[in-house]
Nanobody
Framework: EVQLVESGGGLVQAGGSLRLSCAASGFTVDEHAIGWFRQAPAQERGGVSCISASDGATSYANSVKGRFTISSDNAKNTVYLEMNRLKPEDTAAYYC???????????????????WGQGTQVTVSS
């Protein structure tokens, strides 16, 4: 059974850091693109970052470039999102998702991801 479990969310002051984890089971993260998304209340779910399985390329939303880093630990079958210099506008539920597309690259939209975790809440206070 394919499963993704996020952890690491919490309450942090602006300027602080958090590391989110996305533990995968039922498949190996080095064979599939893994993306991080976030959704704030009354807003659409938007892409934050993604790591491609085809070449390990990473991509980031403009709003998080230079502050967030995505990485993968194949031995632990886990993908991480290191978040630094957090801002109140980063407050959202964060989700990881796996794409089982044949190209192994990061899909351009959330709708092209096949499996999702349950999410972890990140709250940044000002």
């Amino acid at each position: 059974e394919v499963q993704l479990v996020e952890s690491g969310g919490g309450l942090v002051q602006a300027g602080g850091s958090l590391r989110l984890s996305c533990a995968a089971s039922g498949f190996t993260v080095d064979e599939h693109a893994i993306g991080w998304f976030r959704q704030a209340p009354a807003q659409e779910r938007g892409g934050v970052s993604c790591i491609s399985a085809s070449d390990g390329a990473t991509s980031y939303a403009n709003s998080v470039k230079g502050r967030f880093t995505i990485s993968s630990d194949n031995a632990k079958n886990t993908v991480y999102l290191e978040m630094n210099r957090l801002k109140p506008e980063d407050t959202a539920a964060y989700y990881c998702a796996a794409s089982f597309g044949t190209m192994k690259t990061c899909p351009p939209t959330p709708y092209q991801y096949d499996y999702w975790g349950q999410g972890t809440q990140v709250t940044v206070s000002s």
